[in-house]
């Protein structure tokens, strides 16, 4: 296996805060890799940077070609769930239509919301509008695919859908990137987990693990603060 | 501007109670300053104070019923709708005797005899030697007088195009330079457009033939006797002959017309039938419909110019570099920080010397121009107004800085700007009333015409007021749908 992404002594800044402080992190093919930490960890954030959306002001990024699904979702507002699909295919690895549609009528099926392929963005469900746009990522093939938060719109039924999905996802040889602050999620669904706080990375490894046996105090805490929440 | 201040202040005045007395001890007499030497103008030496035959009749009126002369500016064009109001007592600036004004006012008799003739550049004096030898080609005017009728006439009789100007001095302007072919209006005004502009020619035989009269309030026919009297007067004892003699205007017609009208001993105002309002409307109503079209087309054409500029403007705005921005930014407080107005002048007028634009290019340019500053500020705030998460996502998907903005960012402001860009094509629609100063006779213009015509303003400007409406009203309907169908989701 080799690897889709490698990051070594990543480091930001913004104004006179320390947001990353040296982190590293590896991705393999077939691996669903989740990072996990305390609001403010910098776990968006070195999504961002992966994807080329935040320059870093140290270290070194080697990704392979990204895919992004946003917490939001960001789909396209003024285009229908199969127009964004074909959007990028179309134009910018100049696929024709019928090629795009097709790929992209295949994806949406297969994410299980080939019924709304006409509807817009603002139709759309929270669950189905990440699955369009977990479809819109994957148009152009990305061997990378990072995710934020991706079960933050989602119930718990469908929760477990998209974990399956992940896991089909990475059957097929990509590397998977997820932010998420929920243990069961990751636990059930992660290949690994990194735990991030204070802006390095604290304690890694496989997920029944880490979070059953938490070494570090922040993953503790991290612990502590879901459960609270969840009650 | 003298005179502007003249008029507010004379507006203002008129606004205050007037003192209750028997007799007055003013007489407001209304008149327009613009038309100028020899009827009304700014004397040269003293701004302040006026000089022109009408202004020495207006004096002698005042000195014999008692009374001080006090000027009062009222636009040419107003001066009929301004004696109804009351504005002034006495209104006389070269007005001409026709029937719809002696149906609507108290009109009084005749007190100079014109003829209506045509001035042609020196060039085409043999060309162009009367109406039936103009036909295809533009022949200007003033708007609302005999001259006017009389093209319109030509119009159907002669294919010729009449120009209908709201002044006395840019028909023979642009006829130096070449913008319409020849100009009809009285021998008074051609003989100072000839000694003001060289390189004219006046044919002298008369088209037609007209008076000036003066005009007051309808029921005041008290004081319209007073001055029927007084001008009897002034015409047998060679007053007036002697103020016609110093402004130069002094010739053979006078004194038969002097003659008549002591042999006819009658009123000056011998009610006339009043032109039949919905005959009038009928005969009105297929120009009203072409201004109509004209104001639309010109709207619509200057609005496509303001869009495609304006969202240029804007995305230099936002993508541009300093100098870019700089240079877009100076241009649109220039353009919004300045009355169309005198951009509208200046382009047809200020430009004349360089390019000489048609009439209806200058107006769609001017309007074009004004509008692409305002519709450039809702492009801008509407580009930067899409969701920075959107412009994120197109960049990861490879798009282009160009692709984001033509497939993704574009079309998103697009429909954030479409309320306000309706509104603007409303108020656009309004404003190409305007260009009615550039010659383009629209809806507004027209109504104008038909006003002065029949002498009230209340069909003309209902009419006017639901063809403007009729074209307003469904564009809110459609941008109201259209937005309905885009509506984003709020963020």
Known sequence: ?231 | MLFRLLVISAAAASLLPAPAMAQPQVLRWGGDAEGGAPFVEADPSDPSKLTGFDVEIAELIARKLGRTPQFLQVQFTSLDQSARRGDFDIGLSGIEDIPARRASLAASIPYYEFREVMTVRDGDRDRYRSLADLRGRKVATLGGTIAYDLLLEAERSHGLTAVSYDDDVHPYSDLLLGRVDAVVLDNVLADRAMRRNPGLATHADALATGHYIIITAPENTQLRDQVDAILREAMRDGTLEAIFRKWNVWNDDQPRLFARVAESGQSGSEPVASPAISSATMRYLPSLLRAAIVTLVLSCLAMALAVALGMSIAIGRVYGGPIIRLVLTVYVEVMRGTPVLLQLFVIYYGLAAVIRLPAFIAALLGLGLNYAAYESEIYRSALEAVPRGQLDAARILGFSRGQTLRLIRAPQAFRLALAPMTNDFVALLKDSSLVSMLTVVELTKQTQIFATNIGSWVVPGLLCAVLYLAMSLPLGHLARRLEARWRLPTP
């Open chain 1, 1 to 231: 296996m080799t690897n889709a992404l490698t990051v070594r002594g990543l480091r930001l800044t913004r104004g006179s805060r320390e947001i990353l402080k040296g982190v590293d992190l590896q991705a393999r093919e077939g691996e669903v890799v989740a990072l996990m930490g305390l609001s403010g960890s910098g776990k968006t954030t070195i999504l961002r940077v992966i994807a080329g959306l935040e320059p870093a002001d140290g270290g070194d990024v080697q990704a392979a070609k990204v895919g992004m699904v946003f917490q939001f979702h960001y789909l396209f507002e003024h285009l229908s769930a199969i127009d964004n699909v074909t959007l990028a295919p179309m134009q910018v690895q100049k696929v024709s239509r019928r090629e795009a549609e097709d790929r992209a009528k295949a994806l949406l099926d297969q994410l299980g919301v080939g019924h709304r392929a006409h509807a817009l963005p603002r139709e759309l469900s929270g669950g189905e509008a990440q699955r369009v746009a977990i479809a819109r990522a994957l148009a152009v093939d990305p061997p990378l695919l990072l995710l934020d938060e991706p079960t933050a719109s989602l119930d718990p039924a469908r929760r477990h859908d998209l974990g399956d999905a992940l896991h089909a996802l990475a059957a097929t040889g990509r590397a998977l990137v997820m932010t998420s602050h929920d243990a069961d999620f990751v636990r059930d669904h992660a290949t690994r987990v990194v735990v991030l706080a204070d802006g390095r990375v604290v304690e890694e490894g496989d997920p029944h693990q880490v979070l059953g046996h938490p070494q570090h105090p922040a993953t503790r805490e991290l612990l502590q603060v879901e459960r609270a929440r969840r009650r």
